[in-house]
Nanobody
Framework: QVQLIESGGGPVQAGGSLKLSCAAS??????RAWFRQAPGKEREFVAQ????????YYADSVKGRFTISIDNVKNTVYLQMNFLKPEDTAVYYC????????????????????WGQGTQVTVSS
């Protein structure tokens, strides 16, 4: 059974930075991603990477501010978030799925088999 455990969330002022971590137990798969969900809104895609870390994809809203990376030795995915805005406030979830096809972006949360419990990020203005 694969478990994903997020950490690194918390309060931060606008313009600040946070780094989220998602540690996996077991083989989580070839695609690792971050999603977020704000109160009253649907869960939305943030970023994805494949197992190599060389193929990444970002939502337009975070492009240039967030960076996803992977450490296969630690079986951990990171989300470095810079220049945070109040609208980035949400619960952030990491997700994983088994198979990655080159050139494909996996922005639909329903295709992911494994999810973490979420970590709260609150950005104050």
């Amino acid at each position: 059974q694969v478990q994903l455990i997020e950490s690194g969330g918390g309060p931060v002022q606008a313009g600040g930075s946070l780094k989220l971590s998602c540690a996996a137990s077991g083989r989580a798969g070839d695609v690792r991603a971050w999603f977020r969900q704000a109160p009253g809104k649907e869960r939305e895609f943030v970023a994805q990477t494949n197992w190599s870390g060389k193929n990444t994809y970002y939502a337009d809203s975070v492009k240039g501010r967030f960076t996803i990376s992977i450490d296969n030795v630690k079986n951990t995915v990171y989300l470095q978030m810079n220049f945070l805005k109040p609208e980035d406030t949400a619960v952030y979830y990491c997700a994983a799925k088994s198979i990655w096809y080159s050139g494909t972006s996996y922005t639909d949360p329903s295709v992911y088999a494994y999810w973490g419990q979420g970590t709260q990020v609150t950005v104050s203005s």
